[in-house]
């Protein structure tokens, strides 16, 4: 008969499983647009690229993040915006790219 597991044991299983199914899913936002400067998000104004921003949930957990810094940075000629997220639940960081669009 097998020796069942100790709690400790499968709280551990438990998150390292969490752990690299926050890593896949961060490496896979950073292949969709907003993930990296050579994909940007388009908006057409600068105060909508907070609010776009909060509107992604976190990788990691699921919850709501709140916008900590937010640049102005010109990355391979191309003029962007850079918004760091951090998620007030499990701490993590993210970091998405827009750039703006004319409006004429």
Same mark, same amino acid.
């Given at each position: 008969m097998a020796k069942k597991k100790r709690a400790r044991t499968l709280r551990r299983e438990r998150d390292r499983v969490l752990q690299k199914l926050g890593d896949q899913r961060e490496k896979l936002a950073r292949l969709e647009a907003g993930g990296s400067p050579r994909r940007p998000l388009t908006v057409s104004s600068a105060s909508q690229v907070e609010p776009r921003a909060e509107n992604e949930p976190c990788l990691r957990c699921g919850e709501a993040v709140r916008a900590v810094d937010h640049d102005a940075r010109t990355?391979? +000629? #191309? @003029?962007?915006?850079?918004?760091?997220?951090?998620?007030?639940?499990? +701490? #993590? @960081?993210?970091t998405l790219y827009f750039q703006l669009t004319d409006v004429s």
């Open positions: 990355i391979d +000629g #191309a @003029r962007l915006r850079v918004v760091t997220t951090r998620c007030p639940q499990c +701490g #993590a @960081r993210r």
